[in-house]
């Protein structure tokens, strides 16, 4: 049975993680972080966003090994995901928009978290 050291919060790219540290009884700690869930709905909504984005998306190579490129892509791809979820979910609290979008963009860039 693990034992809990300690338990806190961080935030990764406005995303609130849970973090636990345990110990196993093994060697090394144990470090186990919580993100919020999402559901089924939500997962839809998000797939059909992605479709969206990828529609408008003109990506070269050369943007995806260029730092400073990058960077603006994020804002780019941050800047259109909150257009969209402003549009298709009007009430959502600002808490849980920039939780799905930078799920989104990181899920669909590989960055970030």
Request: charged share 25%; net charge neutral; no cysteine.
């Amino acid at each position: 049975m693990a034992k809990i050291l300690k338990s806190y919060y961080i935030n990764i790219e406005k995303i609130h993680v849970h973090v636990t540290v345990a110990d196993t009884g093994d060697y090394t700690l144990q470090y186990r972080l919580t993100i919020p869930k999402i559901s089924s709905a939500t997962l839809a909504l998000l797939d059909q966003i992605k479709e969206d984005l990828l529609k408008e998306a003109k990506i070269s190579a050369e943007e995806m090994f260029d730092p400073n490129k990058i960077k603006n892509l994020i804002k780019e791809f941050e800047a259109k995901t909150q257009t969209i979820i402003d549009s298709k979910l009007p009430g959502v609290s600002e808490n849980v928009k920039q939780f799905l979008i930078h799920s989104l963009v990181n899920e669909m860039l590989g960055l970030g978290i």
